[in-house]
């Protein structure tokens, strides 16, 4: 499942290797030093991928905070036998910058080996602009909207000229529409948040081992999730194919970042 890595890598790193400061530098050399043990030592790569996440973090704590960046930690989540965090490193990377190639590669090979499940649990999103521009592109520009619907509203109201009416209210629905569609979203993102597997565990019509499974097969790391309730120790949860079902809290995690 790494193999693919090995073309993205050799784009992204470098670009952090520039990067004048010392957790930059310390996290892509752990990172090739962990490549290169891959083969002849795992144990030894992956304690080096290790090293690379943590400065990575670092980096982000830092307020370094881009796709590219995220999207190295998310390689090395994956490389270090995290694929739970490495998904979610790479929406949060995805949802930055939707069009970044490297980034939508990776998810794509990783709902390929996935599966169906691999994707997100679906949610109401219109947004369609919102693929080619970005969020907050896509959010500004709804508000300019907005605001030149009401300021033809005002103009003509004031000028006594109605025909500017016509253009006015679309101008303001359509900007009401987008930024009513943000609020939903961040309230339903509140709500039911985004996880993803880390261990292979098995979806359940109840919060406990002796229920029985909704689906015959476990769920593999890096399947992704929407939480929608806990009780105790279980998360009830739902998949990208919409099945709900229960799983326990411990092979659950939640983004870091």
């Known amino acids: 499942m790494t193999r693919w890595l090995f073309p993205l890598l050799a784009l992204s790193l470098p670009a952090l290797a520039l990067a004048d400061s010392s957790p930059a530098e310390t996290a892509v050399a752990a ?13 030894a790569a992956r304690e080096q991928f290790r090293i690379a996440i943590e400065n990575y973090r670092q980096l982000l704590s830092e307020g370094q905070r881009n796709a590219k960046l995220l999207a190295n930690l998310g390689h090395a989540h994956l ?14 990377a995805e949802r930055l910058e939707p069009q970044n190639p490297e980034v939508r590669a990776a998810l794509n090979e990783m709902a390929s080996q996935l599966g ?43 000028l006594r000229r109605r025909w500017l009416y016509l253009p006015a209210m679309p101008a303001v629905l359509a900007g009401a529409l ?24 098995q979806l359940r019509e ?8 909704v689906v015959d097969r476990e769920l593999p790391p890096g399947t992704e999730v929407r939480v929608l309730a806990r009780r105790a120790d279980w998360l009830k949860v ?14 659950v995690v939640m983004s870091r970042y």
Request: with cysteine.
């Open 31 to 43: 990172y090739e030093r962990g490549l290169a043990l891959q083969s002849g030592d795992p144990a």
């Open 79 to 92: 490389l270090s036998g995290d694929a739970g965090q490495a998904v979610l490193c790479y929406r949060e």
């Open 116 to 158: 169906s499940d691999a994707a997100p649990a679906r949610r109401w999103d219109p947004l369609l602009v919102q693929a080619i521009l970005g969020p907050w592109p896509t959010l500004f520009l709804a508000l300019a909207v907005f605001a030149a619907g009401w300021s033809l509203v005002f103009t003509g109201y004031s």
């Open 178 to 201: 987008v930024i009513g569609s943000y609020v939903c979203l961040g309230w339903q993102d509140a709500r039911t948040p985004l996880g993803a597997i880390s261990n292979p565990t």
């Open 206 to 213: 109840g919060n406990g081992a002796n229920f029985r499974p």
């Open 238 to 251: 739902q998949l990208a194919s919409g099945q709900r079902g229960w799983l326990p809290a411990d092979d």
